[in-house]
């Protein structure tokens, strides 16, 4: 008998909680303090790194809560921003064994015109993960965030 008032009191209780509205926006932390770029629905991330003193742009394939790096067979990701493309390639690292056609890291250069001014308005033109293709996923671009700075730069 004990069970069923728990039972019920519990529903009671999720039922008062139900506002009957939209639930609440789901968000991640970029790990490396750059622009999160959700892949689908909660399936994976690609992370954007750019360091906008150096033009290092950095890109950081991630798994569905950023918390996990996800290696992919690509040896390249090309990104167009305005009327130009930009191509970041595979990163090696010896200390996690990824390889060119199996890493989670890329990296190319970005260098702004005079005539731009962040946010940078892009476009990811394919990348396949999980199995999944997906092509021509938007972006907003900012320049990282400097707390991070330390980070980036001793995961390099």
């Known amino acids: 008998m004990n069970l ?9 209780a999720l039922a008062a909680c139900d506002s009957g509205g939209e639930p609440p926006a789901h ?5 490396h303090g750059g622009t999160l770029v959700p892949l689908g629905d909660h ?15 950095e890109a950081f394939i991630l798994g569905p809560h950023a918390s996990q790096a996800v290696r992919i067979t690509a040896e390249k990701l090309d990104l167009t921003l305005g009327d130009r493309s930009i191509v970041l390639h595979a990163v090696e690292s010896a200390l996690s064994g990824e390889t060119v056609g199996d890493t989670s890291a890329f990296a190319g250069e970005l260098v702004p015109r005079q005539d731009e001014a962040p946010p940078l308005g892009g476009s990811l ?3 396949e993960v999980f199995g999944q293709t997906f092509e021509n996923v938007a972006f907003e ?10 980070s980036r730069e001793s995961s390099r």
Request: with cysteine; aromatic share 8%; proline share 5%.
């Open 43 to 57: 399936f994976a991330n690609v992370e954007l790194v750019w360091d906008s003193a150096t033009g290092r742009l």
């Open 141 to 150: 671009l900012e320049p990282a965030s400097d707390a991070n700075q330390d």
């Open 27 to 31: 968000s991640h932390t970029a790990p």
């Open 4 to 12: 069923v008032r728990c039972l019920l009191v519990l529903g009671f």
């Open 125 to 127: 033109t394919r990348i």
